[in-house]
């Protein structure tokens, strides 16, 4: 087991996916998770299993494109909340095309949900974090914003965002105890890749990247992002974990 002792976390995306993951992850550790997601009840429903199955958990539906509903949003949960001592940054959207074909809105919505949402988090969450001298933050990016990738300017260019985001602020915060770190998936089985997946030619055609021949699972991000986010993390910052199957080696 690894240690957390008595913490918070704050987990976006958290109704689907690899963000469900990451939160049931953390509160089987014991960890107490805010599941954020637009729709309420899809974290509404992760928050219930957990709390179900003997864990802590509260769900809170923002809109994480909308900077000042979660300056909103943070401002009541730090009334409830004494601390918020972990921030997982995983919510996302794709609006993939290529860039001849990307319309300004395709653009703006994928920059603002993936990228913009991240900045305006760790701006409102990691202060107190540094005022305590202590926090985790872990901004869940991406093999796309190492690589780039055919047809997703707009997502790749919003993850290597988190990226350059994560070790700025690794470096901002590390004088305060506060680690900052990236967990980059490669493809990982979940409703977003599910046309993918499914698709014989397509994931014979992808996997022809994979060294380990394979799909990730969304637990294999979870752990990961688990791990840093724990005591034994401690002495890790401003680093980007790729969890591909070897894609990005």
């Not at 995306?13 to 014991?30: D, F, Q, S, V, Y």
């Not at 809109?63 to 909340?81: M, P, R, S, T, W």
């Not at 055919?150 to 290597?160: D, L, T």
Request: glycine content about 10%; hydrophobic content about 45%.
């Amino acid at each position: 087991m690894l240690t957390f002792t008595h913490r918070t976390a704050l987990v976006t995306g958290a109704g689907r996916g690899i963000g469900k993951a990451i939160a049931e992850a953390l509160a089987r550790h014991g960890v107490a998770v805010i599941c954020v997601s637009k729709s309420a009840d899809s974290c509404g429903a992760v928050a219930a299993a957990i709390n179900a199955s003997g864990g802590k958990a509260k769900a809170l539906a923002v809109d994480v494109a909308d900077g000042a509903a979660i300056a909103k949003a943070v401002e009541e949960l730090q009334k409830e909340f004494p601390a918020i001592d972990i921030l997982v940054n995983n919510a996302g959207i794709t609006r993939d095309g290529l860039l001849f074909r990307m319309s300004d809105a395709d653009w703006n919505d994928v920059i603002s949900t993936n990228l913009t949402s991240c900045f305006h988090f760790c701006k409102l969450v990691g202060r107190p974090m540094t005022r305590a001298r202590y926090g985790r933050i872990v901004n869940i990016a991406s093999v796309s914003g190492i690589m780039g990738n055919a047809g997703q300017a707009n997502y790749s260019a919003a993850k290597a965002g988190m990226i350059g985001l994560t070790k700025t602020l690794a470096r901002e915060f590390a004088g305060r105890s506060v680690t900052v770190n990236a967990v980059a998936p490669g493809f990982i089985k979940t409703d977003m890749t599910t046309e993918f997946v499914n698709n014989p030619e397509a994931s014979a055609k992808i996997l022809e990247a994979v060294p380990l021949k394979r799909f990730g699972e969304a637990a294999d991000i979870a752990n990961m992002t688990a791990y840093l986010c724990s005591e034994e993390a401690g002495y890790i910052t401003g680093q980007v974990f790729t969890v591909d199957g070897g894609m990005a080696m």
